[in-house]
């Protein structure tokens, strides 16, 4: 009887356990014993191949990760250099076209002229020390002074 080359791991190891008498230990069929352990063999040996080639897939997805994040950093990089460019280009007036339209909308930002002047109560512990601008941006607003900060008015583009 030849063995299957469907046949699993599990499939074989039980066939190979039937040549077997469980009562006395005996071989019942040395032939068909054989087949099986080659089979058996080569069915982990090709099942050893595919972790490899899986293996190498995995590698070569997260060098193509490292890829992609080098280039999709690149790409963000030029988005704001270009809409830089857009801005002093147009100086704040909206533009619109068949294929795009830049306008721009104004927004307040808190622009830390010296860190060391800010109160200890506005700064934020991280890992290292920031100025809290939600918190100072929140005071300017008001009209409280924070020493060492100003309120700031920028120019946004959006690129539709």
Sequence with gaps: MEVKSTM?????????????DQETGE??????????NMAKAEKVDNIACWVKNLE???????AQEKAFAD???????KIDSLKHY???????????????AVSFRRSKA??????????????TEMTTRAPNKTAIAAL?????????????????????
């Design 71 to 77: 280039r999709k950093a690149a790409a963000k990089r």
């Design 8 to 20: 699993n791991l599990y499939e074989i190891n039980s066939q190979i356990l039937d040549c077997i």
């Design 86 to 100: 857009l801005t002093d280009a147009l100086g704040g007036q909206n533009f619109s076209s068949d294929r795009c």
């Design 140 to 160: 300017l607003k008001t009209g409280t002074a924070v020493p060492g900060c100003e309120l700031v008015e920028r120019v946004n583009p959006s690129v539709k």
């Design 27 to 36: 071989v019942m069929d040395i032939d068909r014993l054989e087949e099986l």
């Design 110 to 123: 808190v622009s830390v002229l010296d860190e060391a002047a800010v109160p200890a109560e506005y700064m």
């Design 56 to 62: 190498a897939d995995v590698a070569a997805f997260e």
